[in-house]
């Protein structure tokens, strides 16, 4: 059974930082591409950045380029969100999300709420 799950939410003043994990089972996780996905509310669902499978190749929305960065471990089964200079516009649900080219599905994690605010 696939499991994504989201930790590292909370509430930041803007200029602070947050980190985002997601854990990962069910899957050989080194063979799917990762990306993490926002959703604030009243808006869609918008990517906010993604990783190959060996972590080799990264890319990342224009609104958070230079201020966030993506990552993963995959001895732990691991992918992480940085997250700098935060500011009101960032608040949403944070989604982790797994996906490979010949899977019949890409699988979603429950999110984790990122709240900046002073």
């Known amino acids: 059974q696939v499991q994504l799950v989201e930790s590292g939410g909370g509430l930041v003043q803007p200029g602070g930082s947050l980190r985002l994990s997601c854990a990962a089972s069910g899957f050989i996780f080194n063979y799917a591409r990762m990306s993490w996905y926002r959703q604030a509310p009243g808006k869609e669902r918008e990517l906010v950045a993604g990783i190959t499978s060996t972590g080799g190749s990264t890319s990342y929305a224009d609104s958070v380029k230079d201020r966030f960065i993506i990552s993963r471990d995959n001895a732990n089964n691991t992918v992480y969100l940085q997250m700098n200079s935060l500011k009101p516009e960032d608040t949403a649900v944070y989604y982790c999300?797994?996906?490979?080219?010949?899977?019949?599905?890409?699988?979603w994690g429950q999110g984790t709420q990122v709240t900046v605010s002073s």
């Open positions: 999300h797994a996906a490979r080219s010949n899977w019949a599905r890409d699988y």
